[in-house]
């Protein structure tokens, strides 16, 4: 069988050495069109959108600083407690989910107290359709690093990457992800157009659910991030995935917004 291989470069141009990438362009991507998708919604609400610069500034950071912090903590406390200057080195790769989601949870709180005019849980539940579209984004641009790689695969749209160098078709994990969020994004946003009444946490509840109950059974097909996690029943990201799940559980069921900030 003949498989697909791929070697597409992670620069979409070169200047000497260096050249922006695809990762960053999706990354980007999934930021602008996540704010065109709250922009309408503040519009269509009656919202202040001159609000929207400091959410947008508030979630970059958020989920920038989450997500690096995420991955020198969650992935390798060692090298990064020994040297943490290297935490600075972003550059250099390094960036784990779950770290940015609990950054953007922060994010949100840090603009609330700015903000004193919005519920957080209001907040949450419409940003969660552009953190599904992001997150889609994001994983489209692991594909264009050839990162993230799948297990070794007979189906037939295993993919060989090229840049591996093992030349062995593999589960294009990466892309299962991305078409999940996708569909989670689309099933997000048609829920909100249908009746904006929604019970307060449904939303942002079956995002986090959706999300890392995705992120969870996918983990089998992906091969592990670091060496630490072969002797491990269930790999870093799945155990960083099961609190989440609680949360969205009782995001949805309604129980968790009493202990919410208002």
């Given at each position: 069988?003949?498989?697909?291989v791929?070697d597409?470069?992670?620069?979409i141009?070169k200047?000497?050495?260096?050249?922006?990438?695809?990762?960053?362009?999706?990354?980007?991507?999934?930021?602008?069109?996540?704010?065109?998708?709250?922009?309408?919604?503040?519009?269509?609400e009656?919202?202040?959108e001159?609000?929207?610069?400091s959410?947008?500034?508030?979630?970059m950071?958020?989920?920038?600083?989450?997500?690096?912090?995420?991955?020198?903590?969650?992935?390798?406390?060692e090298q990064y407690l020994?040297r943490?200057?290297?935490?600075?080195f972003i550059?250099?790769g390094?960036?784990?989910?779950?770290?940015?989601?609990i950054?953007?949870?922060?994010?949100?709180?840090?603009?609330?107290?700015?903000?004193r005019?919005?519920?957080y849980?209001?907040?949450?539940d419409?940003?969660?359709i552009?953190?599904?579209f992001?997150?889609?984004?994001?994983?489209?641009?692991n594909?264009?690093?050839?990162?993230?790689?799948?297990?070794?695969s007979?189906?037939?749209?295993?993919i060989i990457?090229?840049?591996?160098?093992?030349?062995?078709?593999?589960h294009p994990?990466?892309?299962y992800?991305?078409?999940?969020?996708?569909?989670?994004?689309?099933?997000?946003?048609?829920?909100?157009?249908?009746?904006?009444a929604?019970?307060?946490?449904?939303?942002?509840?079956?995002?986090?659910?959706?999300i890392?109950s995705?992120?969870?059974?996918?983990?089998?097909?992906?091969?592990?991030?670091?060496?630490?996690?072969t002797?491990?029943?269930?790999?870093m990201?799945?155990?960083?995935?099961?609190?989440?799940?609680?949360?969205?559980?009782?995001?949805?069921?309604?129980?968790?917004?009493r202990?919410m900030?208002?």
């Open positions: 069988m003949e498989y697909l791929w597409f470069p992670k620069e141009f200047i000497g050495n260096w050249g922006p990438r695809w990762y960053g362009l999706m990354f980007a991507l999934g930021f602008l069109v996540g704010y065109s998708i709250i922009q309408r919604i503040f519009k269509e009656g919202r202040k001159q609000d929207l610069s959410l947008l500034y508030h979630i950071i958020g989920t920038i600083v989450g997500a690096r912090l995420g991955h020198c903590l969650f992935y390798a406390p020994k943490p200057i290297e935490i600075l550059w250099e390094g960036l784990a989910s779950h770290g940015g989601a950054g953007v949870l922060i994010a949100v709180w840090l603009f609330k107290r700015k903000h005019d919005y519920e849980i209001w907040l949450a419409r940003l969660s552009s953190v599904a992001a997150a889609a984004c994001i994983r489209i641009g594909f264009f690093n050839s990162e993230i790689l799948g297990r070794p007979t189906l037939p749209w295993a990457f090229a840049q591996n160098g093992d030349n062995i078709p593999r994990a990466m892309l992800e991305a078409l999940s969020y996708l569909t989670l994004s689309i099933v997000l946003y048609a829920l909100y157009k249908k009746t904006r929604q019970p307060e946490g449904r939303m942002i509840g079956l995002m986090f659910v959706w890392f995705s992120r969870f059974l996918l983990e089998y097909v992906k091969e592990n991030q670091v060496a630490f996690e002797s491990m029943p269930i790999n990201g799945q155990i960083l995935s099961l609190p989440f799940i609680v949360l969205g559980v009782l995001a949805f069921s309604g129980k968790l917004t202990w900030p208002g």
